[in-house]
């Protein structure tokens, strides 16, 4: 099945890439090209074929064309498929090839991210992950040091504009409706600093919306409702990225625990829930269960 998330943001940013494209990345005489090849009215019959395959398009900032081809290289099919028709072969090709070239990034991005124990993270520019990997590999910071600063700049980054962004693309999918009202006041306490509140309704959301992005009426076993987070079920071909999201999601917030255990140092759905784990509220631990939740919502919207 299409996944509707990629496509919805390549044909956001394929509509602005002639005036977005990242001049440093380019160079001035591709960018002027580019400008000359594309078809705005194709591009707009494109978005709007693209549209009619899923939920409606939510606003996004765009871009730029170095986050179409990094977009593209986690769905290269079915992205090629989509939008062939509406942007000239020359310039598919180029994009094709700096998604090639974007590849190993998002895989060394991905194996950070799960490292530093962090949800993926879907809402930040192709050339802040670049950055990270950079000063990852470059291995001047100790590695406390670094997952330090990389939870002071992912806090920084998801600021109450980009949080609101992102819960915006929830509304209208279908299995998430009647949850509206539940994540937003969520979503609300989060911004507004009330961490007690926000964190145990994200933990308890996840296994809602699971249930009803299956069609389940009764109670979920644990086990059952972590094999529905494998990528492989239901034929999903999913990027490294989409598995480092259900990842977190299996083997943190679902991590098995028992009273007596250390508390860990995840918003763990356990601990937090049945009151042994006091120490919770945190801003990093709260953004954790915010885009935990974005990432369960991708994964089901992606198949249903």
């Known amino acids: ?33 580019i400008k000359g090849l594309i078809d705005p009215s194709a ?29 593209m290289s986690r769905e290269m099919a079915t992205i090629s498929k989509a939008i062939q028709t509406a942007i000239p072969q020359a310039l598919l090709q180029t994009i094709e090839q700096m998604a090639r ?18 949800p993926m993270v879907w809402h930040i520019p192709a050339r802040a992950t670049d950055e990270i990997v950079l000063e990852y590999n470059k291995g001047t910071l100790p590695w406390n040091r670094f997952r330090a600063e990389l939870d002071k700049l992912l806090v920084a980054y998801h600021d109450e504009k980009l949080i609101k962004e992102i819960v915006s693309d929830w509304h209208d999918i279908g299995f998430v409706k009647r949850r509206t009202m539940i994540l937003r006041d969520a979503v609300d306490a989060h911004i507004k600093g009330l961490y007690t509140l926000s964190i145990p309704v994200f933990l308890i ?18 086990k059952r409702l972590k094999r529905s987070l494998e990528c492989r079920k239901y034929g999903q071909r999913k990027s490294r990225m989409h598995k480092a999201g259900m990842r977190y999601v299996r083997h943190r917030i679902y991590q ?41 919502i991708r994964h089901f919207s992606s198949v249903g």
């Open 1 to 33: 099945m299409t996944n509707k998330c990629e496509l919805e943001e390549i044909a956001r940013n394929t509509l602005a890439a002639y005036t977005e494209a990242h001049r440093s990345f380019l160079g001035e005489n591709l960018m002027e090209g």
């Open 43 to 71: 591009l707009r019959r494109a978005r709007d074929a693209i549209k009619s395959l899923s939920q409606p398009l939510p606003q996004f900032p765009f871009v730029g064309l170095q986050d179409i081809s990094r977009a």
């Open 101 to 118: 070239r974007h590849e190993k990034t998002d895989r060394e991005f991905a194996a950070i991210i799960t490292r530093a124990k962090w």
């Open 205 to 222: 959301s996840i296994e809602g919306l699971i249930a009803d992005a299956l069609g389940i009426g009764r109670q979920i076993k644990t």
């Open 256 to 296: 098995s625990w028992f009273r007596g255990d250390p508390i860990p140092d995840q918003p763990n759905r356990h601990a937090i829930l049945h009151g042994q784990d006091t120490a919770y509220p945190d801003e990093v631990m709260s953004l954790k269960a915010v885009l935990a939740v974005d990432n369960v």
